[in-house]
Nanobody, 125 residues
């Protein structure tokens, strides 16, 4: 069974940090660009960051640039999202998704073939 599983979410105070992980099972990630998305109830799922299949290229939404860092370890079949200087507006369910393209092609939902179930991130004092 092909699936992605996110972990690492939780409750953190403003200014704090979290590292999200995205693990793949049933397939290897090294031929996929990986995107991180987030969604709050009643709103669309927004792209946060993307990394190319070999990790050589990354992209960040303006709202997280300079605070979040995406990385991957293909040997471990894992992708990470390091989130620093968290703000209350970062509160959302975070999802990782795999795109069969080697390079990031954008954040259109239909580009991505596999999705995880999401992990909740809450930033609150």
């Amino acid at each position: 069974q092909l699936q992605l599983v996110e972990s690492g979410g939780g409750l953190v105070q403003p200014g704090g940090s979290l590292r999200l992980s995205c693990a793949a099972s049933g397939f290897t990630l090294d031929k996929y660009a990986i995107g991180w998305f987030r969604q709050v109830p009643g709103k669309e799922r927004d792209g946060v960051s993307c990394i190319s299949s070999n990790g050589g290229r990354t992209h960040y939404a303006d709202s997280v640039k300079g605070r979040f860092t995406i990385s991957r370890d293909n040997a471990k079949n894992m992708v990470y999202l390091q989130m620093n200087s968290l703000k209350p507006e970062d509160t959302a369910i975070y999802y990782c998704a795999a795109d069969r393209n080697y390079y990031c092609s954008g954040y259109a939902i239909t580009l991505y073939d596999y999705w995880g179930q999401g992990t909740q991130v809450t930033v609150s004092s």
